[in-house]
């Protein structure tokens, strides 16, 4: 597995968090989005401190990060639970990023350089040459290919909120693996996207990238109905 991790667009804090907190943020997210952590389940900061050996601060810095990604609920403003990650939240996520990037990718076209495409080029040939192998590697390598049209983004808000609601969908789209079928679009979206940026075609490059975030958001909601049409059989 590469330790290889995207950063996020300029300006914007991944975590907001200390050190500590930060690790313990990714060690109950990965606990929620995993299932061990079940929704609604209560979550008490004196456990989560014994269960993860760290100081209750960092614990509670944890929790307001996850709050603000919307991985935790807090119910009547002192009880933190974990929220319901099912498919109509899923949905509402993946929609706000088709709202958000075709606005982003037309500025971006509009003021792309010879060494943004070449970057592009760059990455999607890691992308390609990894193949899929190491899921965390392309998940990484993916984030930053649509980070880097969004890098230098005038709308920081708009840039965050992106970018928040960009990892949300990606930590649970690790639950599952790819279909053969995303694959391949995988690759022809983000080859024709090079495209369309060289040839300074805006609102097809907008039109593309709302059609591959629909199909990203999609590709999970159909993985959560067959894994819990499993279950249920």
Do not use: C
Not at 198 to 221: C, M, P, S, Y
């Amino acid at each position: 597995m590469s330790a290889f991790k995207a950063r996020p667009p300029v300006g914007i804090d991944p975590t907001g968090v200390s050190e500590e907190g930060a690790v313990v943020y990714e060690l109950i997210r990965d606990d929620i989005i995993s299932g061990r952590l079940e929704a609604n389940t209560r979550l008490v900061v004196a456990e989560l401190a014994e269960r993860h050996r760290s100081p209750a601060n960092a614990v509670r810095e944890a929790l307001q990060l996850l709050r603000s990604q919307g991985f935790v609920l807090l119910v009547h403003n002192k009880s933190a639970r974990v929220r319901p990650i099912d498919q109509d939240f899923v949905r509402d996520v993946y929609e706000i990023g088709v709202l958000i990037e075709p606005s982003m990718v037309r500025w971006f076209v509009d003021m792309a350089t010879a060494d943004d495409i070449a970057e592009l080029e760059q990455i999607q040939g890691q992308i390609e040459a990894n193949n899929f192998d190491d899921p965390i590697l392309h998940s990484e390598l993916d984030t930053q290919f649509h980070t880097l049209m969004y890098d230098r983004h005038y709308n920081h808000l708009a840039a965050e909120l992106w970018w928040k609601h960009r990892e949300l969908l990606r930590a649970l789209a690790r639950r599952y693996s790819y279909t053969l079928s995303r694959r391949s679009q995988v690759i022809r979206d983000h080859r024709e996207l090079i495209r369309l940026v060289q040839d300074g075609n805006a609102e097809k490059a907008a039109t593309l990238i709302a059609a591959h975030v629909d199909g990203a958001g999609r590709h999970v909601l159909e993985q959560m109905r067959a894994a819990t049409s499993a279950r249920a059989g």
